[in-house]
């Protein structure tokens, strides 16, 4: 206890200088309670702050729920204005690609078609050349009609030009 008494002296020594003028006061050192209370106070002055923060904003909140739930009847119709105008655009564009499925599902069936026609096309030629046989015809031809092969004096060429048609003014001559 002698040793704290002599350290609180020495401490309050230490502040003097040179007799009793004060060149620099040191600060006592705080007490523990006063600590403590300002800490308290403090907490205190923060909590309220808190709370009025809170208080602004809930109201603050209050009145933009209150403005919202305010509509003018202008803005009432714009906004039904502009839903009548996208529930028309959504409506075509329903309209349209049901038409577009529409088509692309006739089309289909036409190409099935054509290829149907193409098919039995193909088979009935099959069938008429495999119907015709070349070598009878010939010899009936030959047989009973009297037709023979010509003669190379009976046959006449002639020029052609390149073009892919000709024009045919007079009849070949026979000779």
Do not use: W
């Not at 009935?124 to 037709?147: F, H, P, T, W, Y």
């Not at 010509?150 to 002639?158: A, E, G, L, T, V």
């Amino acid at each position: 206890m002698r040793q704290q008494e002599n350290q609180s002296y020495q401490e309050r020594r230490a502040s003097y200088i040179d007799g009793n003028t004060v060149r620099r006061v040191q600060e006592e050192p705080r007490r523990h309670s006063e600590k403590v209370h300002e800490e308290y106070i403090q907490k205190q002055r923060e909590e309220r702050e808190r709370k009025q923060r809170q208080k602004s904003a809930r109201a603050a909140a209050r009145r933009n729920r209150e403005q919202a739930l305010v509509m003018s009847p202008g803005y009432v119709m714009f906004l039904a204005v502009s839903m009548m105008l996208l529930m028309s655009v959504f409506g075509c564009y329903l309209y349209l690609q049901s038409e577009l499925n529409s088509h692309m599902r006739d089309v289909t069936s036409l190409e099935a078609n054509v290829m149907n026609l193409k098919n039995d096309n193909d088979a009935a030629q099959k069938k008429i050349n495999s119907a015709v046989d070349l070598e009878i015809i010939r010899r009936r031809a030959m047989g009973e009609l009297g037709m023979v092969y010509p003669n190379k004096d009976q046959i006449q060429y002639f020029e052609v030009d390149d073009s892919d048609y000709m024009n045919q003014y007079e009849d070949i001559p026979e000779r």
